[in-house]
């Protein structure tokens, strides 16, 4: 399986301002994925990143909010620009296993948003 | 949009009972299906998969049933340790193109007690 860290760990951050979360592999990926996890609750996909090509966002999120980078096989960044308190969550990362289906989680990131 | 608060379902056991945690899926379409385990501050686990043409899978101390009748999946845990205690989060995961997608479920938090 697949070992992925993120960083940074947990961060407080101000009203207005950007963050940006680091996701490493220990392998090569094609697909890695980001998710949010409100505290309490259960994980909602916000995009898939590709190497190679843009990512894919679902319902309800942006590029322009969540920018992803996805510059070679084991590395991506998610942003969260301009944010508010309610953007105050755990962001995870994750990438494929060896089976399509399967996919490994980083441990997390938790923003705080004053 | 996404809720505010704790809507965790949870099961309380005592040290060395059977668990059993259940979830309902909702695509019918599903090709697979997860189960994760999350300790606190951690990103989810992988524990047990079930393709969607068996209607069980064993593991270690870990049964996997799944019901397409009534789109119905449960994870059985044999001799409970306290080391089990976490949040439970079934997921389905789907053909979307080129890759596949999880959806989580709301999680069940499990408490083992000694």
């Known amino acids: 399986s697949a070992v992925i860290s993120q960083k940074p760990s947990r961060d407080i951050c101000q009203r207005g301002t950007s963050l940006t979360i680091q996701c490493q592999v220990d392998s090569q990926v094609t697909m890695m994925f980001w998710y949010r996890q409100q505290p309490g609750q259960s994980l909602t996909l916000i995009a898939t990143?590709?190497?190679?090509?843009?990512?894919?966002?679902e319902s309800g999120f942006v590029i322009d909010k969540f920018p992803i980078s996805r510059p070679n096989l084991t590395f991506s960044t998610l942003t969260v620009s301009n944010m508010s308190p309610e953007d105050s969550s755990i962001y995870l990362c994750?990438?494929?296993?060896?089976?399509?289906?399967?996919?490994?989680f980083g441990p997390g990131t938790r923003l705080t948003v004053t | 949009g996404e809720s505010v608060g704790l809507h965790l379902p949870t099961l309380s056991v005592q040290e060395g009972d059977n668990s059993i945690i259940n979830c309902a899926y909702s695509?019918?379409?599903?090709?697979?299906f997860i189960w994760y385990k999350q300790e606190s501050g951690k990103g989810p686990q992988f524990i047990i998969d079930i393709r969607s043409n068996m209607d069980k899978r064993q593991g270690q101390r870990v049964t996997v049933l799944l019901n397409k009748t009534v789109k119905h999946l449960s994870l059985q845990i044999a001799a409970t340790q306290p080391g089990d205690s976490a949040v439970y989060f079934c997921a389905e995961a789907s053909s979307g193109g080129s890759n596949y997608k999880l959806t989580f479920g709301k999680g069940t938090l499990l408490t083992v007690n000694p």
């Open positions: 695509n019918s379409a599903s090709d697979y």
């Open positions: 994750s990438a494929e296993g060896t089976v399509t289906y399967e996919q490994y």
């Open positions: 990143a590709n190497q190679g090509s843009e990512a894919t966002y």
